[in-house]
């Protein structure tokens, strides 16, 4: 199918030649668009786009065929087709063409949510009452809440079950705007309860037109059977859980808390080395709750980023800068747990690559949408309209290993877009957070 999105009032980050890896510090604030424009959408990919009257000139909303094959051939030295198999050719060209006027209305690509627990069963609403009175994150996780509760909630809920829940959250995102989302274990601390989280997020990967990155964070609480033995339950992590899940193929990621009360730089060291050998890149929840050494673990193993960071300053900084590692900064958590915000203003300014995510879980932060996560960033952490929307999209996709897929729209990258309700301009949506605009969905090439 061969779809044509035209009457487009702006189409918003946009990349054209080579494509950036991810962007920092100051090139956080470079936002490319077109203005009254049109793109071509081929099978799943984005094949051409560019202003309204370079359509018209080419003449795609014809029905002329050869022409359109000729640009899919590659015969023409427009840089803005991509190059097609010449089987590609015969069956795109036998297809029909769909076209798609958005009356002026705003395109985008897809939320990159590079931070989720979106696999859990149940909710902790209660806890959420404890927090009202008064208790904080680590007097409820020490009465055996938080992390744990989860864990004995998934423990009791079928695989069936966990995937039907989970997939009512896929759905969810996916309306919000989301193409693309990093998924995590770590609430089942237990080698076949990881594993149930783990298979469940395959299938969300492979039953839903959504992108999904999964990551293995057995290392993400102590269970009880372990309590005071924190040391044998990494064991059972290293010697257990990685050689399984990596044999079964169901994590591209490895996580740690490394965190004071959960794990230790020292843990973390160990588990990185074991899931490194495996074949699983790190990522680290870092700096949530006190300088942990997080940070300069994650930088130490060359992690894909390192996640939370609220407490971080010049030595982390320092640690980061130049670097592989993206800075995820996860406000939806500072804002539900009432904590100081990470210091992201400082981060873009001291030249760092720094990704938003929703961290979308029952404990810290239940909210998907990452359009909430956009207005807090803007009005908690002081980040401008085109910082943000880097950090949502291109380095959100960075964060996942997407980037040369995800992430912009450009020539040969996965269809994958919003269409929003009529607005005045970019700037409206972190600004109207909790007004509904986003309109039409479309990933990797179809309407959802």
């Known amino acids: 199918m061969r779809r044509v999105i035209i009457n487009i009032k702006k189409i918003v980050q ?36 560019g202003k309204m009257e370079e359509l018209y000139s080419e003449p795609l909303l014809a ?45 985008f690509p897809s939320f990159c949510d590079s931070h989720t627990h979106l696999v859990y069963a149940g909710s902790r609403e209660i806890e959420y009452i404890d927090k009202i009175r008064g208790l904080s994150y680590q007097e409820i996780a020490a009465r055996g809440g938080g992390i744990l ?12 079950e966990l995937y039907r829940q989970t997939l009512e959250r896929a759905k969810e995102i996916i309306a919000y705007g989301t193409g693309a989302v990093e998924i995590k274990s ?52 290293i010697s257990e859980m990685i050689p399984v899940i990596a044999s079964e193929e169901l994590a591209e990621y490895i996580d740690v808390f490394t965190e ?28 949530q709750m006190s300088c942990s050494g997080g940070v300069q673990v994650g930088v130490k193993y060359n992690a894909a980023s390192v996640d939370h960071l609220e407490f971080t300053g010049e030595e982390e900084f320092r640690a980061l800068k130049g670097g592989d590692t993206v800075a995820t900064i996860l406000p939806g958590s500072t804002f539900f747990l009432e904590m100081e915000y990470a210091p992201a203003r400082e981060m873009i300014d001291y030249g760092l690559a720094v990704a938003i995510a929703t961290n979308y879980n029952p404990g810290s932060s239940p909210y998907g949408d990452m359009r909430f ?42 269809a994958n877009l919003f269409i929003t309700a009529p607005i005045p301009s970019c700037e409206f949506i972190p600004y109207a957070f909790t007004t509904p605009l986003v309109d039409t969905v479309i990933l990797n090439g179809e309407v959802v």
């Not at 029905?63 to 010449?86: C, H, M, Q, W, Y």
């Not at 989860?150 to 695989?159: D, G």
């Not at 309209?385 to 729209?409: C, D, K, Q």
Request: glycine share 8%; aromatic share 6%.
């Open 14 to 49: 946009v990349e054209r030649g080579e494509l950036v890896a991810k962007r920092s510090g100051a090139e956080m604030s470079k936002l490319d668009s077109v203005d009254t424009g049109y793109i071509v959408i081929v099978g799943d990919k984005i094949a051409a786009f």
């Open 63 to 107: 029905d002329a065929l050869p022409e359109l094959s000729e640009i899919l051939r590659g015969e023409t030295k427009n840089p803005r087709v991509s190059k097609f198999a010449d089987s590609e050719i015969e069956k795109i060209c036998s297809e029909s063409v769909e076209i798609i006027d958005v009356k002026w209305r705003m395109v």
């Open 149 to 160: 509760n989860s864990a004995a909630l998934l423990h009791n809920t079928s695989e069936d």
């Open 186 to 237: 770590g609430y089942g601390l237990s080698l076949e309860d990881e594993l149930k989280m783990l298979r469940v997020a395959k299938r969300i990967g492979e039953d839903t037109p959504l992108t999904v990155r999964s990551t293995f964070l057995g290392a993400h609480a102590v269970p009880l059977r372990y309590k005071g033995r924190r040391e044998e339950y990494v064991d059972e992590i």
């Open 260 to 287: 004071e009360g959960f794990f230790s730089v020292e843990d973390t060291d160990r588990i990185f080395n074991a899931g490194m050998k495996y074949g699983l890149r790190p990522k680290v929840h870092a700096n």
């Open 373 to 414: 996560m956009m207005g807090l960033a803007a009005l908690k952490l002081k980040l401008t309209p085109e910082e943000i929307f880097n950090a949502v999209t291109i380095n959100g996709a960075y964060a996942m290993g997407l980037n040369e897929t995800h992430g912009s729209i450009a020539v040969g990258k996965q």
